[in-house]
């Protein structure tokens, strides 16, 4: 077994002041604990997080924040996959009236207070933004292309064929982050300031013995002991047959390009919802456009269910759905027309669904301290935050009555039981 520490990025602001750079992140580097008198006093309960997307990494920053002694176990590297491809999209209010309102309330709030706490604005592109829906009707005409002219009721780069605006979000109800740099930005945090080890193996099994955790296995034979374990693997999930006999968790293909253009500096921060209506007719599809402050554009959208292959490094995109997302860019603005904006990424990744649409966030029936956090959809960035605080109080406290205040028991996995039925092992 190989432990890795994480450290702090380091990067360099640009002048422009809603400009960002990536940060140079190497998990090979060595962390900085800090330990007080109490320490030798107190054993801290040992807690094994597997997986290091945005779930993972919230649940390990606020379980060594709260004292607890954390080891991230991810098969790959950070953010490998949806959490470093999703378009970061953050809203307080659009998920009221589901299952999930309170949960996206209390974290798009933890969202804005984490961003005050860790230098957000600079460190992971953390801002408000203005949210509209617009219908977008693709052109065919070469000439109608060149000479587009902006509506008025749309920001001056949003230059094609725009109808019917509207608000949908103000700076105040919606925001956005780097996904992947927000969630090596909360890592190193943890690595340096609460000591969490980060361990680059994959998990291949949970022990247990008399009905609760004991350790889990990596994929060299070498175990890490544990007093709770917290699966959050997100479609991954799945794939373990701790888990496959209880719930379902399934993959759903999401696309996207990231696009850079030429004068970023007249991109403003408005993230586009769009009613995308394809030339040669069919039923309108619905792609997102988020600006972001590193002066990139995100695009994404073209989702399917599709099988989930073992190793989060093997997911491609499929070609035709980028050419797609590269035909709404150029209808969307001629600066984001390629040629004129460079393209810097054609991904996809996996957003983890299940077959009721709500998120399995809970204590595993029948295995005492062992965890599930996934399921999040396409709604995982922005419920991060708020999923890590509320695994963290349930697995330190018992229950998730102290800090963040939201019930999570609508989201347990006991709900697959059959009625009145307990799980056995």
Not at 90 to 113: E, I, K
Not at 266 to 285: D, N, R, V
């Amino acid at each position: 077994m190989i432990a890795t520490s994480i450290s702090a990025p380091k990067l360099t602001l640009e002048r422009h002041p809603t400009r960002i750079r990536k940060p140079v992140f190497n998990p090979f580097e060595p962390a900085i604990r800090c330990s007080s008198p109490m320490d030798a006093q107190i054993t801290p309960k040992k807690v094994v997080v597997c997986g290091g997307g945005v779930i993972g990494v919230c649940t390990a920053y606020f379980l060594s924040k709260r004292g607890a002694a954390v080891t991230l176990v991810e098969k790959s590297s950070i953010a490998c996959a949806a959490s470093g491809k999703a378009g970061g999209f953050l809203a307080l209010d659009w998920c009221d009236g589901g299952s999930v309102g309170s949960l996206a309330r209390a974290s798009f709030n933890l969202h804005r207070s984490l961003a005050e706490e860790l230098n957000g604005a600079e460190l992971y592109g953390y801002r408000p933004v203005t949210t509209l829906s617009l219908s977008v009707t693709e052109s065919t005409s070469t000439s109608e292309r060149l000479n587009r002219k902006p509506s008025r009721d749309v920001p001056a780069w949003v230059d094609g064929p725009a109808k019917g605006p509207r608000t949908i979000g103000t700076r105040e109800t919606t925001a956005q982050v780097h996904p992947q740099l927000f969630t090596k930005t909360l890592l190193s945090k943890a690595v340096e300031e609460y000591g969490v080890k980060v361990v680059i193996k994959k998990l291949e099994a949970v022990n247990t013995s008399e009905g609760g955790v004991t350790a889990v296995v990596l994929e060299d034979g070498g175990q890490i002991e544990a007093d709770a374990v917290v699966l959050a693997l997100g479609p991954w999930t799945g794939k373990l047959s701790i888990l496959s006999s209880l719930f379902r968790v399934y993959g759903l293909k999401a696309h996207s390009i990231i696009l850079e253009p030429k004068n970023p500096d007249e991109i403003t921060p408005h993230a586009l919802f769009l009613s995308y209506y394809p030339a040669q007719g069919g039923k309108p599809m619905d792609p997102e456009v988020y600006p972001r402050p590193t002066g990139e554009v995100y695009i994404c959208g073209m989702s399917s269910e599709a099988e989930v292959p073992d190793d989060p490094e093997h997911v491609t995109p499929v070609p035709e759905s980028i050419q797609v997302l590269k035909r709404v860019a150029s209808s969307v603005s001629s600066h984001l027309v390629e040629g004129k904006a460079v393209v810097k990424a054609e991904q996809a990744c996996f957003l983890p669904c299940t077959d009721d649409s709500v998120p399995v966030i809970g204590e595993v029936p029948g295995i005492k301290g062992c965890y599930v956090a996934t399921g999040h959809s396409c709604w995982g960035i922005l419920n991060g935050p708020a999923t890590g605080a509320a695994v963290a109080e349930l697995v330190l406290d018992g229950c998730t009555c102290s800090g963040i205040n939201v019930d999570i028991q609508q989201f347990s996995p006991s709900r697959f039981l059959p009625s009145g039925k307990e799980r056995k092992w």
